[in-house]
């Protein structure tokens, strides 16, 4: 079936690094998203990696992907209060021959100062 | 260039009655997929345009419906509202049909069924 996962909450200090993980079920997806969401508002798409990639950086932003575990990992480096939010990670399933995602659950991070 | 913009932001409609919302996507962008997001069951998609087709469906019932014009924009219906259509609704616009990469939601319409 359809199922992306992730744990509901993680809390981190300031300054610290934040690592929000996330299991997908479709081996055929093509591109694997994170999205940053914050009370009252819509879905910024923070990155995505296309599946023949092991990795993407952007700026503090890393994005793991072990095709084999299926298995999504984004890392935020120096964390700051500002990154306080809900992060969803989607999947673009069926190879690509549609736009439609499959979200997670969110993962909650708190940044404490 | 704009960003992706839905109208209106707020909306209240009581049950039994039936709402619009719209969207338009960035400029150049031909495809808009519309997602409902609520606390109980995440975000879900509804519906898939391209070139004014719908592409995909997602598990809803027939009373919501959606459209897309010759100039992308897109607009849902939804019709005898129940209290369980409050939710917010989200719109996604991408460049192509398939295989897009980046996809840019816009804010959000917030409806509430009472």
């Known amino acids: 079936g359809e199922d992306v996962e992730q744990s509901l909450f993680l809390s981190v200090r300031e300054g610290d690094s934040s690592v929000i993980n996330c299991t997908y079920t479709?081996?055929?997806?093509?591109?694997l998203y994170w999205y940053k969401q914050e009370p009252g508002a819509g879905l910024q798409l923070l990155t995505y990696?296309?599946?023949?990639?092991d990795m993407k950086q952007d700026q503090r932003l890393t994005v793991l992907l072990n095709k084999k575990d299926k298995h999504l990992s984004l890392r935020i480096a120096d964390t700051q209060t500002g990154d306080s939010a809900i992060y969803f990670c989607a999947e673009s399933p069926y190879g690509g021959a549609t736009n439609k995602l499959i979200f997670g659950t969110g993962t909650l991070l708190a940044v404490q100062p | 260039k704009a960003g992706v913009t839905q109208t209106p932001r707020y909306l209240i409609k009581t049950r039994g009655q039936q709402v619009t919302l719209s969207c338009s996507p960035i400029?150049?962008?031909?495809?808009v997929s519309w997602y409902q997001q609520t606390p109980g069951q995440g975000l879900q998609f509804l519906f898939e345009?391209?070139?004014?087709?719908?592409?995909n469906k997602g598990n809803f019932p027939g009373r919501f419906s959606g459209r897309q014009f010759s100039n992308s924009r897109s607009e849902m219906n939804v019709s005898t509202l129940e209290l369980g259509d409050s939710a917010l609704y989200l719109c996604a616009s991408s460049l192509r049909g398939q295989g897009s990469g980046e996809q840019y939601f816009g804010p959000g319409t917030r409806l509430t069924v009472t």
């Open positions: 479709d081996s055929s997806s093509t591109y």
């Open positions: 345009y391209f070139s004014e087709t719908q592409r």
């Open positions: 400029s150049g962008h031909r495809s």
């Open positions: 990696i296309f599946s023949n990639m």
